[in-house]
């Protein structure tokens, strides 16, 4: 299956109501385990990376390797690149041929969010990628981008405004979810993500899935959350799943036994999200 663009992945999930995941890949094993799982689910997946891996590995190398491993799926796929407040790497992304960037404005002005989204929205359509949108802050830390603290919501209006001003392909509006873990129960704004919907049909994109219940997740896809974002639980998985590997085995010394146990696990905790998400078979 050839890597698609990201509406071509997340229009059909916003109008039946599931939810596409997109998971924060760190190397060549998560990224594996990932279309893994999307492929034996026959489900549509996004596999996204956040700024630190695209410094780590650089965004050429990465591309290429998702091409390839792309190209290996019966199931289509599209990369993205997460929560990125730097023009800089969006603009080598986007010249690597990645599909999608979330350009982060988070800490800027209404007024200057408005204008640079525009401006990298002009630049993504010059390379056929698409752009999701964010004004306001998600709280919790994403890879070093962030802080501890979430803005404001602003107005319906003004959310509605700056999806038909810049022309995004996606949003992510802030409800009430964060990065990281969470300490008690998140207070989630379900009517927020109605709202916007009903006034404007575009993808919201669900931040800080990590942690959310079934329930909470099943219901925030019901409502327009098309994007799903994995980050934590891969992290959490991958390092676990290193370190009871290795204790369980302290004269071991084969790397590809620890890197397909690894591997597995991985592609077992997508696989779970992929079904609480409904999008098995959607592909
Ligand atoms: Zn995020």
């Not at 799982?37 to 998702?66: D, H, N, Y």
């Not at 993500?193 to 990590?210: F, W």
Request: charged fraction near 20%; charge should be negative; hydrophobic fraction near 45%.
């Amino acid at each position: 299956m050839p890597v698609v663009s990201m509406p071509e992945l997340l229009q059909p999930a916003f109008e039946q109501h599931y939810g596409v995941g997109a998971f924060n890949i760190v190397d060549d094993v998560t990224m594996h385990a990932v279309l893994a799982a999307a492929a034996e689910a026959r489900s549509p997946v996004i596999v996204q990376v956040s700024v630190k891996t695209v410094k780590m590995w650089g965004a050429k190398l990465i591309q290429l390797m998702f091409a390839e491993m792309a190209r290996q799926v019966p199931t289509p796929t599209t990369l993205h690149l997460d929560h990125c407040p730097d023009r800089k790497v969006i603009a080598e992304c986007l010249e690597a041929g990645w599909n999608s960037v979330l350009f982060d404005g988070s800490k800027l002005s209404y007024d200057e969010v408005l204008r640079q989204t525009k401006e990298v929205v002009a630049l993504a359509r010059k390379y056929g990628a698409a752009v999701e949108g964010e004004v306001e802050a998600v709280k919790g830390v994403e890879d070093g981008v962030g802080g501890d603290y979430s803005t404001p919501i602003i107005p319906l209006d003004e959310a509605v405004a700056f999806i038909r001003e810049t022309g995004i392909d996606s949003f992510a509006a802030g409800i009430g979810t964060a990065h990281g873990l969470y300490e008690g129960e998140p207070i989630i704004n379900f009517a927020r993500v109605s709202e916007i919907v009903s006034a404007q049909p575009t993808p919201l994109v669900l931040h800080g899935g990590t942690g959310l219940s079934e329930d909470v997740f099943r219901e925030l896809i019901a409502r327009g959350e098309a994007k799903v974002n994995i980050s934590t639980q891969l992290k959490i998985t991958m390092a676990d799943s290193y370190r009871n590997y290795l204790n369980a085995r302290p004269t071991e010394y084969d790397p590809l036994k620890l890197l397909g146990a690894v591997g597995k696990d991985v592609q077992r905790m997508v696989a779970d999200f992929l079904h609480i998400f409904g999008s098995e078979g959607k592909a």
